[in-house]
């Protein structure tokens, strides 16, 4: 049993190694595929700059700290707007999928506001509290809250019936069933809103940057465009692309230690 297992682990480690390695491949290729297609002429480097230039460019950015700085900013707001919403909306989603009655009541607003894109209610929110950060962090907390209330909901009713008459069966009863039974139960589907509502908290960061901002990625993204710097323009996507994907995968790694029977399920599955 002993080298069974030692033998599945060690499977396990290698099929790691060989995802890695194939997800770094695309990137690579992209880059390489880009480089000759600027080499041959087929790409203008004013308009789109080789990576051969956009490196350097890029390192003198981050050396001269005016991108740190748009990053900061960038990283203030996505971290404030997402922590704003995380413990109110898996709260009111837990709320709603055990409660029918509140379910009933609240759910078409929920849908209704599901359905609003979160940028155009900017104006109004500009209306109100006027132009200033409060206005920025209120309008990218909207999208991560609504869609993290709609999953956690939808967590709680996915629950298998089965598993929980598993657990009243055992004696988990009240806060027990709860805290033993339902809430591991839907924690995967709330992990999934999170990294869902994370990844568009940080869409709605950047086009509230476009639109209302001095500082941040967004603004930094702005300033490019009308300045017709490629180069800016270029290594402010790059930035933005290498943020989203370690924040993604940061959340699902926490969510794997959280969680070690899906990363073990996961594993068996693949």
Same mark, same amino acid.
């Given at each position: ?28 290729? &992209? ?7 600027? /080499?041959? $002429?087929?790409?203008?480097?004013? +308009? *789109?700059?080789? #990576? !051969? ?109 089965? &598993? ?7 004696? /988990?009863? $009240?806060?027990?069933?709860?805290? +033993? *039974?339902?809430? #591991? !139960? ?85």
């Amino acid at each position: 049993m002993a080298s069974r297992s030692v033998t599945i682990e060690g499977a396990a480690v290698m099929a790691r190694r060989q995802a890695s390695w194939r997800a770094l491949l695309s990137p690579v290729m &992209v880059i390489l595929v880009w480089e000759l297609l600027s /080499a041959a $002429g087929v790409l203008r480097p004013n +308009y *789109v700059p080789p #990576p !051969s230039q956009l490196g350097p460019h890029l390192l003198a950015l981050l050396a001269g700290g005016e991108l740190w700085r748009h990053l900061l900013a960038t990283l203030y707001r996505l971290g404030l707007s997402f922590m704003f919403a995380l413990i109110p909306a898996v709260l009111l989603g837990l709320s709603l999928g055990m409660s029918r009655s509140a379910r009933l009541a609240l759910e078409p607003l929920l849908t209704s506001l599901y359905a609003i894109p979160k940028i155009a209610l900017l104006p109004l929110v500009m209306l109100v509290l006027g132009v200033n950060e409060r206005t920025l962090i209120f309008t990218s907390t909207l999208t991560s809250f609504v869609q993290m209330t709609v999953s956690t909901m939808g967590g709680v009713l996915a629950v298998d019936r089965i &598993v929980l008459e598993a657990g009243k069966n055992y004696g /988990a009863t $009240g806060w027990r069933l709860f805290r +033993y *039974v339902l809430f #591991p !139960s839907a924690l995967p589907d709330i992990f999934t809103g999170m990294r869902i509502g994370l990844s568009l908290t940080l869409v709605l960061v950047i086009a509230v940057e476009l639109t209302a901002a001095q500082e941040g990625l967004g603004a930094f993204l702005w300033t490019a465009g009308q300045t017709f710097s490629a180069k800016n323009l270029f290594s402010a996507f790059i930035v933005i692309g290498v943020l989203g994907l370690t924040l993604t995968y940061g959340l699902e790694r926490i969510g794997n230690w959280l969680m070690p029977w899906r990363e073990r399920s996961s594993a068996a599955m693949f």
